[in-house]
């Protein structure tokens, strides 16, 4: 294109940013980058959140960080890439920070925004403000919670070690829980040595909802080998070689 004379867009430049970020080649992207300032479009709203996605994707944060503070306009889309990528990169201070400047700046959230902001605040305990930002979601944005986002809170509760609690809010839910909500909480039970009636409740929960997956009832099986329920784990190990057998033939060419 360029030996041709042709000025490349915006939407060229996105796709050669993409295609970096599939290779996983940052020298690519900067290159990329060089060229994008070159042809005067880093004001660019579009282009800057495709760069900021970038580099935080290749765990560059202070380089997108850098892309954002240097967008002489920040729209929606420019703060949530940021957001997402502290996110992503575990920056949960960052997360909140950038958050609570987006709002100051009169720019509501969204649904994807609050997973970014829940997720950050379970990572770093901050329960006071996961509860408070949960609540404000359809209170003060009319943004209905979805699966993700009670996923979020029931690993900053099992991440506090209140699996009791955790299973309580996961009952109460408006809508049916799936396979994350309880992974999230199987999770916690087995991180904080949390109550073996719950563990066992949520093992054979999963192992409804996902029956060949064959880590559930080694969960389970490990479970009874420590209470000493041998007949139990028998059961489970004569189930867990059948589904195994099942997952080997299923695999086969003939």
């Not at 506090?160 to 396979?179: R, Y």
Request: proline share 3%; aromatic share 12%; with cysteine.
């Amino acid at each position: 294109m360029q030996f041709a004379d042709q000025k490349p867009n915006e939407f060229t430049f996105v796709s050669l940013l993409l295609a970096c970020t599939s290779v996983a080649v940052i020298e690519i992207g900067e290159s990329i980058h060089a060229q994008i300032a070159k042809y005067g479009y880093l004001t660019n709203t579009f282009l800057t959140s495709a760069l900021i996605d970038m580099y935080c994707k290749f765990g560059r944060t202070r380089q997108g960080e850098a892309v954002f503070d240097e967008s002489p306009t920040k729209d929606f889309i420019c703060w949530s890439s940021m957001i997402n990528g502290f996110g992503i990169n575990g920056c949960g201070e960052e997360v909140l920070e950038c958050f609570s400047n987006m709002l100051s700046c009169g720019i509501e959230p969204n649904d994807v925004v609050f997973i970014s902001v829940l997720s950050a605040c379970s990572h770093c305990g901050l329960d006071y403000e996961s509860w408070n930002w949960f609540h404000a979601m359809e209170s003060k944005y009319g943004i209905k919670p979805k699966l993700a986002h009670y996923a979020c809170m029931v690993d900053m509760l099992s991440r506090q070690g209140n699996i009791k609690e955790a299973l309580e809010f996961v009952n109460n839910m408006p809508i049916e829980p799936d396979k994350r909500i309880w992974g999230a909480l199987l999770a916690g039970c087995k991180n904080s040595d949390g109550p073996s009636e719950i563990l066992e409740f949520v093992a054979r929960k999963l192992i409804s909802l996902d029956p060949e997956n064959i880590s559930y009832y080694v969960v389970l099986s490990n479970l009874y080998a420590d209470q000493g329920r041998w007949e139990e784990v028998e059961k489970l190990r004569s189930m867990i070689d059948t589904k195994s057998l099942k997952k080997i033939m299923g695999y086969s060419t003939i």
